[in-house]
């Protein structure tokens, strides 16, 4: 079964970029482009992995990542920050707010999907990147 990823990211261009690669390794994408809409699709499709934008239109993604862990469906999903914020202390907010890990913006489109891999479960990853 194809493994799927929840994307909550606004920038269209970065939407773009990673679904693209995450679709070259034959994840399956599903895009919400703010936070909100995010955490109701999460809980419609029990996603494999979330990458979640920190930097969002009303809702930022240390209140999306915690209302995330409030869903007790949600709670062993793993979430991954994306953001570009460089400040010192970024990493602790994440995993503070219940993110498994963080992945600094631009995205490198040569390492991005490795980078994710080891946060996503064993048996859902998809045979073609191992
Ligand atoms: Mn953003």
Do not use: H, W
Not at 29 to 52: S, W
Not at 68 to 78: A, D, F, K, T, W
């Amino acid at each position: 079964m194809k493994s799927t990823i929840l994307l909550i990211e606004d920038n269209e261009q970065n939407c773009y970029l990673m679904t693209f690669l995450l679709e070259s390794y034959k994840f399956s994408v599903v895009v919400a482009n703010d936070g909100l809409t995010g955490i109701e699709l999460a809980e419609q499709i029990k996603p494999d992995l979330i990458l979640l934008d920190i930097q969002l239109p009303s809702m930022d993604g240390y209140d999306v990542a915690k209302s995330l862990r409030g869903i007790e469906s949600l709670q062993m999903v793993p979430i991954v920050a994306v953001t570009s914020y460089a400040m010192v202390g970024d990493r602790e907010k994440c995993l503070a707010a219940g993110c498994n890990g963080y992945i600094e913006k631009p995205i490198n489109p040569e390492t991005f999907v490795k980078e994710i891999l080891p946060f996503l479960p064993a048996a859902t990853s998809p045979e073609s990147a191992i």
